[in-house]
């Protein structure tokens, strides 16, 4: 027998697993096992590398401000969707959302004349509702989720170039800062602190709402589950139609924030905001940590890998280096990204 | 063992589109033994234990559980009585923790309303304390339940099972995959569960496995019961043989019977 257990003692909470044999973990080790280390790298060398080579201008207030900014914008999708894709699924759809929540918003403020506050909210209610459209179907048809948000991507912003053009007889919509006006929704969602735009504040927020939710609730937990293993998950009584249809919601409702903050900052739509981004998402969320497996994964990676392509995008802009790099930069950090996480994978699941 | 026992089958038939799964069968488990379910693939034991843990229901027949007869719609709620599935491979999540995992499903919260979260520091408490049990050294509960071995796996099931106050115990093949050390420290905490009282029902292939544990035996063939045996009325060269097919040794039976 492997391992002699000792005669059953009386169940006593005060010694939890004592054993001599076995050290605690230090802070290191811990640390080490955590899915967003690479990610916490990556933000490290790409700020050092553009601190060195595009000097001050970078390092600023101003120049901070201008890759946090840009992060924002996708560390908001990129928060909720690390909770999806932990959760075992994709959603293609949150780039046509933009476009989709965007155009909505500022169609109602400058052509309905509604308040900006109620717009503001259909344009959110829009977003969630159809992410839980998403999640039905997935759920419902069993299809990939890959495929059913796919076709989203496709429908959504179709039916958002062909409604606009129908409706104003254009792809672009302006004039909304002036219907909107300078009330509490601008304060909200375009206002600035300092140098800092009002996004960076919600990604913030919404980051650590989403980490408390995977870390610290119940919810968080048949997410990790339903992620891992269907099944099982389903065979220990977790809600798995209900947990992805919530998760579903959430990259809406998210894509939908973004579109709404774009549009009141920028005072103008276009129907073709927001595309790629559902890339640029999942590009931030695996550089976190996350596996695209589902399962296991990180929400401050997902803010780190957002803040990555934030710092990598503004830092070109400033060392002068011709922003075609971008692209090819992002895609090598998205190769080296996925090596780095599946070796700390092997890692955690060896270490003992 | 005294008393009625803790599950009655009674006349228990299921059929799929018009495919007779199960036909008339009569399944007792008493608290405190260990029932063998054999017979070949397809005889009909995953129906049986699907029906035993609510997934699906019988067609005809009565299913009487802890002194009441039942029907149970779901899995969730065949739980809530205290009927526990541990499957090979579908009870554990490797990528979360043992804490996380061990209370999957049922997990405890702190606080209220809106700001209710899960209490990871009561999880890993009781599930240091559990594993700390059955002999199974972990460094630490927040590690992954894909750094523990097959065996372990299994006996953590076994013990959660156990925790959340499970009566009945089913264990679909939970040696298969096992080496011969890691199957006996499986075997040997399934005797543990009996011996304090819990009915259990045991699914494998293996006869080294299920005769030294077994109290009993019930062979499935083709959907029907070839019959339960107690351990006084057959040896392990009968066991063998009736898991081979049942229906064979049956034939067999016919074949003297008719000389």
């Known amino acids: ?352 | 063992m005294t008393g009625e026992p803790l599950v009655q089958l009674t006349n228990i038939s299921k059929y799929f589109l018009g495919v007779t799964a199960l036909e008339d069968i009569n399944f007792p488990v008493r608290r405190g033994e260990v029932m063998c379910l054999l017979g070949d693939n397809g005889a009909g034991k995953s129906t049986l234990i699907k029906i035993l843990s609510g997934v699906h229901q019988q067609d005809q027949g009565t299913y009487w559980f802890d002194g009441l007869e039942r029907r149970f719609s779901s899995p969730r709620e065949a739980k809530a009585h205290g009927i526990a599935t541990v499957y090979q491979d579908l009870s554990m999540i490797p990528l979360m923790s043992i804490a996380r995992n061990f209370f999957l499903g049922s997990e405890p919260t702190r606080g209220l309303g809106p700001l209710r979260f899960f209490d990871g520091p009561t999880a890993c408490r009781v599930a240091s304390a559990e594993l700390a049990q059955i002999g199974i050294k972990v460094r630490d509960p927040e590690q992954l339940v894909g750094t523990l071995s097959g065996g372990e796996r299994q006996c953590v099931a076994i013990a959660r099972a156990k925790y959340f106050g499970a009566k009945l115990l089913i264990l679909d093949e939970p040696t298969s995959a096992l080496g011969v050390r890691e199957a006996r420290r499986v075997l040997r905490y399934v005797r543990q569960a009996r011996d304090e009282g819990l009915g259990v029902v045991l699914i494998t292939h293996n006869v080294n496995h299920a005769y030294p544990i077994g109290d009993r035996f019930t062979i499935l063939g083709h959907g029907h019961s070839y019959g339960t045996f107690s351990k006084d009325e057959v040896s392990r060269e009968d066991v063998l043989e009736l898991m081979a097919g049942g229906e064979d040794l049956s034939d067999l039976g016919d074949e003297f019977e008719d000389e």
């Open chain 1, 1 to 352: 027998m492997a391992s002699v257990s000792p005669p059953a003692p009386a169940r006593s909470a005060a010694h939890p697993g004592a054993d001599d044999r076995i050290r605690p973990l230090g802070p290191l080790q811990r640390a080490l096992r955590r899915p967003d280390l690479g990610a916490l790298l990556g933000v490290l060398v790409s700020w050092g590398l553009f601190a060195a080579v595009g000097g001050p201008s970078f390092t600023s207030a101003s120049g901070t401000a201008a890759f946090l900014a840009d992060a924002a914008g996708l560390g908001i999708l990129a928060a909720t969707v690390a909770l999806l894709m932990i959760g075992g699924e994709f959603d293609l759809s949150i780039g046509s959302m933009i476009g989709a929540a965007g155009m909505l918003l500022a169609i109602l403020i400058t052509e309905f004349a509604v308040p900006s506050w109620l717009a503001v909210l259909v344009a959110l209610l829009f977003g969630a509702g159809f992410g839980v459209l998403n999640g039905w179907l997935v759920v419902r048809t069993r299809l990939p989720s890959f495929i059913v948000t796919l076709a989203g991507l496709f429908v959504l912003r179709g039916l958002t170039i062909a409604l606009t053009r129908w409706l104003t007889g254009r792809t672009q919509v302006g004039g909304v800062a002036d219907a909107a006006g300078d009330g509490l929704v601008h304060a909200l969602f375009a206002a600035r602190v300092g140098p800092f735009s009002a996004s960076v504040f919600w990604w913030i927020g919404i980051t650590v709402i989403c980490a408390v939710v995977l870390s610290q609730t119940t919810f968080g937990n048949w997410l990790r589950a339903t992620g891992g293993n269907q099944e099982a998950a389903r065979n220990s009584g977790v809600p798995i139609t209900r947990v992805k249809i919530v998760a579903f919601m959430l990259t809406g409702l998210a894509a939908a924030l973004v579109g709404v903050i774009q549009v009141l900052e920028a005072g103008s739509a276009d129907t073709l905001r927001g595309e790629m981004r559902e890339f640029e998402a999942v590009i931030a969320v695996v550089i976190g940590g996350t596996l695209l497996a589902g399962g296991y994964g990180s929400v401050i990676g997902a803010a780190l890998g957002a803040l990555t392509f934030g710092i990598v995008r503004q830092g070109i802009f400033f060392t002068g280096v011709d922003t075609d790099w971008f692209r090819v930069i992002l895609g090598v950090f998205l190769m080296v990204a996925v090596l780095v996480n599946s070796w700390l994978r092997t890692r955690a699941l060896k270490a003992r």
